[in-house]
T-cell receptor
């Protein structure tokens, strides 16, 4: 079944830890995205990729980094987590064509103590 | 600068009533306007979308009304049900080399009371 997966779903860690949030999609989509969602709901684009070896920064500045070594995989890494990184992180993917629907994963809720 | 403004932030409607969520945009280059629905613990999912060459699109109980001259569009949920309780996001994108980058509104939390 074509889908988009995120792991872990919930993560509670201490300050200074390195973490990687995983995102995989089985739809063969070229384009992938990471959004940060506030408790107040608003979605902020932090990273996106047009395809393998492509990564771009989004509208909201983020200390996280991403990589795209395989089409289906788009992990997000925080080298040293801080309480300010506490948030919901949503991964999405779409076809490269204009107007392509973005499909979202279920999200990772990150809490940094 | 928020390019897509959404209102209200929260909305309470009785079962069977009509839920109306409004969005306004600034950039006249936007040419695709989707609405996403998000349930707690889930990612947003596409609900319905419209292009500016039509003024209305209906899918079941969900209708988008689009006013190009006013740069506004709205989501109407007819016969609202408790199962419609969710957060709704409007969005807009444009036909350019960046592909389908979406600009989201701030979201509306809808609660439908039984």
């Amino acid at each position: 079944e074509a889908d988009i997966y995120q792991t872990p779903r919930y993560l509670v860690i201490g300050t200074g830890k390195k973490i990687t949030l995983e995102c995989s999609q089985t739809m063969g989509h070229d384009k992938m995205y990471w959004y940060q969602q506030d408790p107040g709901m608003e979605l902020h684009l932090i990273h996106y990729s047009y395809g393998v070896n492509s990564t771009e920064k989004g509208d909201l500045s983020s200390e996280s980094t991403v990589s795209r070594i395989r089409t289906e995989h788009f992990p997000l890494t925080l080298e040293s987590a801080r309480p300010s990184h506490t948030s919901q992180y949503l991964c999405a993917s779409s076809e490269l064509t204009v107007g392509g629907i973005q499909f979202f994963g279920p999200g990772t809720r990150l809490t940094v103590l | 600068q928020q390019q897509v403004k959404q209102s209200p932030q929260s909305l309470i409607v009785q079962k069977g009533g009509i839920s109306i969520i409004n969005c306004a945009y600034e950039n006249t280059a936007f040419d695709y306007f989707p609405w996403y629905q998000q349930f707690p613990g889930k990612g947003p999912a596409l609900l319905i979308a419209i292009r500016p060459d039509v003024s209305e699109k209906k899918e079941g109980r969900f209708t988008i009304s689009f006013n190009k001259s006013a740069k506004q569009f709205s989501l109407h949920i007819m016969d609202s049900q408790p199962g419609d309780s969710a957060t709704y996001f409007c969005a807009a994108s444009m036909n350019n080399n960046a592909g389908n980058m979406l600009t989201f509104g701030g979201g509306t939390r809808l609660m439908v009371k039984p």
